[in-house]
């Protein structure tokens, strides 16, 4: 090649090598910020793309998974080979790779070594943690190393930025000038084996659709099994199978074959290694041995778990807190601005309640996906995540499921969204798909709305065993009813779906590394953005449907009956009550006696968040009151304008009583007009035998962005407006009075519970399934999750029902 | 000298792989990990719940379960 052609010339680079071996750390620094994630349809693994800079051409660089072997038994497996090959789709093929080695442990990290340089690619090997090596004593004979595998070998240290500039001009000798390809001593029979099957699939090549190679033709005969063997049984077909299993047996000699690979490699390896590295014995323990001597122990390790994952859970839960509330304020008072320079209509309530609300909907996950990552991402750059899982695995590993679930599982009791996103820590992919579908029975803190709600209205205040509040216990009881759900669903899986023969579990357990800020804040941007470019989208969607099935048709004739109703109501007072507006005459007397009244609404605010009982909040109500009339009096005394304004004060009061109880009529009639009103009486038949009546119904349907949404739903269907939350006395005393069509009480307790168990087991929560689907790359999971917790929830709520309601509640 | 399975080797003891049995897959991943004939195991420690246990081999250290490790066959020369 001219230096002519190589001046602007582009090349494709793979970093691959184990996990933990600082590939994200080269990759970070070959590409700076110019890097993005690569999308590779239906696999559950993630690929990052980014593009360095060398003189005068541009290096496409893909960072891909870590893994201990290019052996390919299932799909995701596949990958690291096909995305070697360019046989990925929207993933340019690389000329070159570089091979990360970690200089502590180079034997096994050799192992992949050998099968990327059979590949034949132009390779360079990047050497890291050369300094966690020397402080074991072991010394890499670098020369010698680049000698014996036939390709250059740099030391680099990229959290340091050491030996880039050196790897990056390497990288570009060789990609012109490449090194001969790695030929390993196989034993005879094996190797004999692999030519013919390669001959073989050189004659399926047409109909494979790509020109096989000889590596994949040594996967082939020794894992015997995945993704290409299946390609092969359905363009080879019988024939074919019945060949390759007799090359398989002669090959194999009696032994296996994959003991023939793992021999010939560590054979050749540990020949190298003699000559290569030097091993000086150390006194003493390393720095990991003596932190894993505490963090693994049975005690003190145990201990330090239980308080770093009560920690995690807590800051998920309660430091997201103000951050949501903040969003939630945020986004409320956006509303009411833009919907203030709005004119009512179809326009404005699609802005406020369906976009503006919709937006809000997908920001509010963000704080409790941020923190989840904080954590997971300081503790997996420092190596505890690997111990976590040590620790946890045989708790896990009675459900189906594995070490690294722990830590997905318990986000999912403040939010499935981070949980669910969190099980990228889990490489199995049966195991992550189950964790992912079980994160959503973990009550969330999304559920607590409605479990509040109804505790407060209809579970008695009172103590069982003399010491335990029995609505503490009804709402302790809730969380336990999507665990005790979850355990036989794991397990269904794991014997039915994702029956996988036992997938081992065998976990390198890292050497402690110091958490880098700038990897961790990475993190972090990663995972919001994917959140809310990916998930945000399907939820924001989903908002504004929902919206428009609660807004439409929006009749007229509702309009028309309230108009009037309202000018009825309106003819009765004065010009000067009806026009007074409080913000704009601010210095009127009818304007002071309202900051009189107002002042004291605030102490009875107030007074409802600190009472004790009952009783206490009464008196401090009457007291309240007594201050405001004593307030008034002394307004009206002073002059006869005075007492005059406050007769005035009195009928615009009840004038804005009446034009806000005509107006939540309003609402309320245009709910159960609407589509959404009308889904709710068609399923009325389906829910009455859950004690629900149609109002109950729609609210469970409105609720599916959300579930919190239940409750302004329920306070718009019962005409108390749309900004009723789970706290509100009105809210609590107007379910508690509804009534059905024949008179009697709408909600029991046997209702309540059976609502609650509902919300407890169904999947009521766009956000959730939107980001199923975003990391399983498939709606099939969010689907059947959806089906399958409906029909639970339906089932479980139908026998609380019957149950409770048998007994009497 | 004497022979066994690797979940049995007491915790602090060493001992030299004789033979990796196993589930295809499982054994195949027990080899690519450095667990193959002729190299030799030490057992570190086990979880506080008694499995997995951490074993060091090829100079790290690689946590697998009881299960797991029963199928890889040792001697001990102590
Ligand atoms: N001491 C040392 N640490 C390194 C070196 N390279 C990377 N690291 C650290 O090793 C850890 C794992 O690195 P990462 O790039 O995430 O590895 P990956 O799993 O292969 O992508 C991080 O904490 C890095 O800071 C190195 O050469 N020396
Ligand atoms: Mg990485």
């Given at each position: 090649?001219?230096?002519?052609?190589?001046?602007?010339?582009?090349?494709?680079?793979?970093?691959?090598?184990?996990?933990?071996?600082?590939?994200?750390?080269?990759?970070?620094?070959?590409?700076?910020?110019?890097?993005?994630?690569?999308?590779?349809?239906?696999?559950?693994?993630?690929?990052?793309?980014g593009t360095a800079r060398f003189e005068n051409s541009e290096i496409t660089v893909i960072d891909l998974p870590g893994t201990y072997s290019m052996a390919a038994r299932s799909p995701d497996e596949r990958v690291a080979t096909d995305a070697l090959l360019g046989r990925i789709e929207g993933t340019p093929k690389p000329d070159g790779v570089i091979i990360v080695l970690d200089a502590s442990s180079l034997d096994r990290n050799l192992y992949i070594g050998t099968q990327i340089l059979e590949f034949g690619l132009p390779a360079v090997v990047a050497l890291t943690m050369v300094d966690v090596a020397e402080s074991r004593g072991i010394t890499v004979d670098v020369a010698k190393l680049s000698e014996t595998l036939g390709v250059p070998v740099v030391v680099i240290n990229a959290p340091k930025g050491r030996g880039l500039d050196d790897l990056k001009s390497t990288l570009h000798r060789t990609l012109h000038h490449p090194g001969k390809v790695l030929e390993l001593d196989y034993p005879d029979d094996f190797l004999r084996g692999v030519n013919t099957l390669y001959n073989e699939l050189c004659d399926l090549g047409v109909k494979l659709g790509f020109k096989p190679t000889r590596p994949e033709a040594l996967r082939l005969l020794v894992d015997g099994a995945g993704p290409f063997f299946d390609e092969c049984e359905e363009v080879g077909g019988e024939e074919f199978i019945s060949k390759f299993f007799e090359i398989r047996e002669k090959a194999a000699g009696g032994r296996s074959?994959?003991?023939?690979?793992?021999?010939?490699?560590?054979?050749?390896?540990?020949?190298?290694?003699?000559?290569?590295?030097?091993?000086?014995?150390?006194?003493?323990?390393?720095?990991?041995?003596?932190?894993?001597?505490?963090?693994?122990?049975?005690?003190?390790?145990?201990?330090?778990?239980?308080?770093?994952?009560?920690?995690?859970?807590?800051?998920?839960?309660?430091?997201?807190?103000?951050?949501?509330?903040?969003?939630?304020?945020?986004?409320?008072?956006?509303?009411?601005?833009?919907?203030?320079?709005?004119?009512?209509?179809?326009?404005?309530?699609?802005?406020?309640?369906?976009?503006?609300?919709?937006?809000?909907?997908?920001?509010?996950?963000?704080?409790?996906?941020l923190v989840l990552f904080l954590f997971i991402a300081i503790l997996e750059d420092l190596g505890y995540m690997a111990r976590a899982a040590f620790l946890m695995d045989r708790l896990m590993s009675r459900f189906g499921l594995n070490g690294r679930s722990f830590i997905p599982m318990l986000s999912?009791?403040?939010?499935?969204?981070?949980?669910?996103?969190?099980?990228?820590?889990?490489?199995?992919?049966?195991?992550?798909?189950?964790?992912?579908?079980?994160?959503?029975?973990?009550?969330?803190?999304?559920?607590?709305?409605?479990?509040?709600?109804?505790?407060?209205?209809?579970?008695?205040?009172?103590?069982?065993?003399?010491?335990?509040?029995?609505?503490?216990?009804?709402?302790?009881?809730?969380?336990?009813?999507?665990?005790?759900?979850?355990?036989?669903?794991?397990?269904?899986?794991?014997?039915?779906?994702?029956?996988?023969?036992?997938?081992?579990?065998?976990?390198?357990?890292?050497?402690?590394?110091?958490?880098?800020?700038?990897?961790?804040?990475?993190?972090?941007?990663?995972?919001?953005?994917?959140?809310?470019?990916?998930?945000?989208?399907?939820i924001l969607a989903v908002s504004v449907l929902v919206w428009a099935a609660g807004y439409f048709p929006h009749s007229q004739e509702v309009d028309d009956k309230y108009d009037?109703?309202?000018?009825?109501?309106?003819?009765?007072?004065?010009?000067?009550?009806?026009?007074?507006?409080?913000?704009?005459?601010?210095?009127?007397?009818?304007?002071?006696?309202?900051?009189?009244?107002d002042a004291h609404e605030e102490r009875v605010a107030e007074a409802e968040e600190a009472a004790e009982d009952d009783d206490a909040l009464e008196q401090a109500i009457s007291e309240s009151k007594a201050e405001r009339n004593a307030e008034m009096a002394k307004l009206a005394a002073k002059s006869a304008d005075a007492e005059q304004a406050l007769s005035h004060y009195a009928d615009w009061k009840a004038l804005e009583e009446r034009r806000g109880e005509i107006e939540n009529l309003r609402g309320g009639e245009h709910l159960e007009d609407s589509f959404l009103g009308r889904a709710g009486h068609v399923i009325e038949p389906a829910v009455e035998p859950l004690g629900w009546d149609w109002r109950i119904g729609m609210a469970a349907i409105a609720s599916f962005p959300a579930r919190e949404v239940i409750v302004a739903t329920l306070g718009t269907i019962f005409n108390l407006g749309g900004d009723e939350d789970e706290e509100s006395e009105t809210l609590r005393e107007v379910v508690?009075?509804?009534?059905?069509?024949?008179?009697?009480?709408?909600?029991?307790?046997?209702?309540?519970?059976?609502?609650?168990?509902?919300?407890?087991?169904?999947?009521?929560?766009?956000?959730?399934?939107?980001?199923?689907?975003?990391?399983?790359?498939?709606?099939?999971?969010?689907?059947?999750?959806?089906?399958?917790?409906?029909?639970?929830?339906?089932?479980?709520?139908?026998?609380?029902?019957?149950?409770?309601?048998?007994?009497?509640? | 000298m004497s022979t066994g399975t690797l979940d049995k080797l007491p915790i602090g003891k060493s001992a030299r792989i004789l033979d990796v049995g196993g589930e295809a897959a499982l054994q195949q991943r027990l080899l690519e990990m450095g667990l193959l004939p002729g190299v030799d195991v030490t057992v570190v420690r086990q979880a506080p719940l008694g499995d997995p246990i951490e074993v060091k081999v090829m100079g790290y250290s690689l946590s697998l379960r009881r299960s797991e490790a029963a199928n890889v066959q040792i001697e001990t020369t102590a």
């Open positions: 090649m001219t230096e002519g052609h190589a001046r602007h010339d582009r090349h494709v680079i793979a970093l691959m090598g184990n996990p933990n071996t600082g590939k994200s750390s080269l990759f970070s620094a070959l590409t700076g910020t110019r890097q993005k994630v690569a999308n590779f349809p239906g696999v559950t693994v993630e690929a990052k793309i074959l994959s003991m023939h690979e793992a021999q010939t490699r560590y054979g050749a390896i540990g020949k190298w290694m003699q000559e290569v590295k030097q091993t000086e014995t150390r006194e003493g323990r390393t720095r990991t041995d003596i932190v894993d001597g505490i963090l693994t122990h049975k005690f003190w390790g145990s201990l330090v778990f239980i308080v770093v994952m009560g920690l995690i859970f807590q800051s998920i839960y309660s430091w997201s807190g103000p951050l949501m509330d903040a969003i939630d304020g945020s986004f409320g008072a956006l509303g009411e601005w833009v919907g203030g320079m709005m004119s009512d209509g179809a326009l404005k309530s699609l802005v406020v309640d369906g976009v503006i609300a919709g937006v809000g909907g997908v920001l509010i996950f963000l704080p409790q996906i999912g009791f403040a939010c499935a969204i981070p949980a669910i996103m969190g099980t990228r820590v889990i490489e199995d992919r049966n195991t992550r798909l189950t964790t992912i579908f079980l994160a959503p029975f973990m009550s969330c803190s999304a559920r607590l709305p409605v479990y509040v709600l109804f505790i407060a209205a209809f579970v008695p205040q009172m103590k069982v065993l003399g010491f335990i509040e029995l609505q503490g216990l009804v709402l302790f009881a809730m969380y336990w009813v999507g665990v005790f759900a979850a355990i036989p669903t794991a397990l269904v899986l794991k014997k039915g779906i994702l029956k996988s023969k036992a997938t081992p579990f065998l976990l390198e357990l890292p050497s402690y590394k110091t958490p880098r800020l700038k990897a961790v804040g990475r993190t972090l941007w990663d995972r919001g953005g994917s959140f809310i470019k990916r998930a945000g989208t399907i009037a109703q309202l000018a009825e109501v309106e003819s009765a007072y004065a010009d000067s009550i009806l026009e007074f507006n409080p913000e704009e005459d601010a210095d009127s007397l009818l304007a002071q006696y309202k900051a009189i009244d508690k009075n509804a009534e059905r069509k024949d008179g009697s009480k709408l909600f029991t307790l046997a209702t309540a519970l059976s609502i609650m168990v509902f919300f407890a087991l169904c999947a009521q929560c766009a956000a959730t399934l939107a980001v199923m689907r975003r990391e399983t790359n498939s709606w099939k999971w969010p689907i059947a999750s959806f089906l399958y917790m409906t029909v639970l929830a339906y089932i479980g709520a139908l026998v609380t029902y019957q149950v409770a309601h048998a007994l009497g509640g | -």
